[in-house]
């Protein structure tokens, strides 16, 4: 069975992403788009697959190492106008979620809330 479409949200660089994969998916990026942080996702999926969601967030570092880790806001700077990132530690409650869209018990799944 191929997997067709890929969800991540809150995953490091990842806010929230649906993309759709053909028989060859070939991504590319500037440096910090987000690439390494999807292929993590992905062998993340597999580890849940094959250890278990708890051990395959252990093997990750934990819920910290994995959330949402980009900017939360961003400022103006004064002598450039360029606009550049003011605070990326998360706040709050914070969730994971990782899948594939129409996940039943079968296929992998993480979802998890800090």
Known sequence: MMIRTLAVENYRSLRRLILPLQRL?????SNGSGKSSLYRSLRL???????????????????PSTV?????AAARSAHTGQRIPTDTRPTGPTALRLG??????A???ISATR
């Open 107 to 109: 296929t992998p799944s």
């Open 25 to 29: 998916t070939v991504v590319t990026g």
């Open 45 to 63: 999926l597999a580890d849940a697959a094959r250890n278990g969601a708890v051990a395959a967030l252990a093997a990750e570092g934990g819920l």
């Open 68 to 72: 949402w880790a980009g900017p939360k």
């Open 100 to 105: 594939l869209p129409g996940t039943t018990s």
